[in-house]
């Protein structure tokens, strides 16, 4: 299915007061989700900067026609570095932060974001798209909206402290903050992540995942339609449960299915993405997560 990698919806007809100058964007953090944002942007008509930590990324983002830098964040930042960042905020109107928090160690996730934040300030970069996860929702078993997790400097979750660096207080610049469910695609098979494990828990849990097609598409429609000023999750509107999608996604693949725990009553949060649905003009290609699976 790789051809279908990158065969992203246009979104929705763009609307007459669409500026006329795509922005040029910078997205940090070039990796599986990095990447195909780019490609999308690219064939779309922006002017498009990326980073990554791997050296051998660079000729690749390179051949796309992104402009790379090679860029580590981490303890040893270095006064290069800092400028590096800086002269790339200064050529860029959007910043996409795409900096997964595995990157930090635990509870060192804002402060390896730090110079990332004060490269923003620094620059005056109009504009911030901070990606960021559902799992700063507790694991609880109803809906979660994005008020049920709150943005800010001294929150408990290190993803909730390091958005709330972002949200600036005194309008600085424009922001907005995803909370992508689980990433699935062309190199990440849900059938693959279960396989074969033997009396799970949380059998009667809901999926919340999101494809990779619709974490761009939406991605893309906010920079597009400048849907600024909001914190919006992303997922597909199906939530089957963990026990009827996990063996369904691995007998897709011939893999031997996961085998799950009786339990009795549902179990684990369900995200509703009923906001963005409703802001920002995208159509969603994958809500049915299990008519999903041959793209993926």
Known sequence: MAELLYNFPLMNPVSDDAPPELPVVAI????????????????TGHSVLGTTTTPAQVAVLAEL????????????????ADEQL????????????????????????PTLLRPVHRAVAAARIGRVLFVSSTSVYPDEPRAMREADAFSNRDAASDVL????????????????????????GPGRAPGRFLAGRQNLAQGNAPVN????????????????????????????????LRR??????????GLPPPTFRPETGLTGKTIDSTLV??????????DDVLAALPYC
């Open 65 to 80: 026609g992104v402009r790379p830098h090679l860029l580590q964040l981490g303890a040893e930042f270095s006064p290069p």
């Open 244 to 253: 009827d999608f996990y063996p369904a996604a691995a007998h897709f693949l």
């Open 277 to 286: 649905r409703g802001t920002v003009p995208y159509t969603f290609q994958h």
């Open 161 to 184: 402290r390091a958005e709330g660096h972002f949200v600036p207080r005194y309008g600085q610049w424009q922001s907005t903050v995803v909370r992508l469910g689980g990433l699935i």
């Open 28 to 43: 940090m953090g070039c990796g599986w989700l990095g990447t195909a944002l780019a490609r999308h942007l690219l064939a």
């Open 209 to 240: 995942l999101l494809h990779l097609t619709d974490a761009v598409g939406v991605l893309a429609a906010i920079i597009r339609h400048g849907a600024w000023g909001h914190t919006f999750n992303v997922a597909a509107a199906g939530h089957p």
């Open 86 to 109: 800086l002269g790339l905020l200064r050529a860029a109107d959007v910043l996409v932060l795409d900096v997964p928090p595995r990157a930090a160690a635990a509870g060192a996730y």
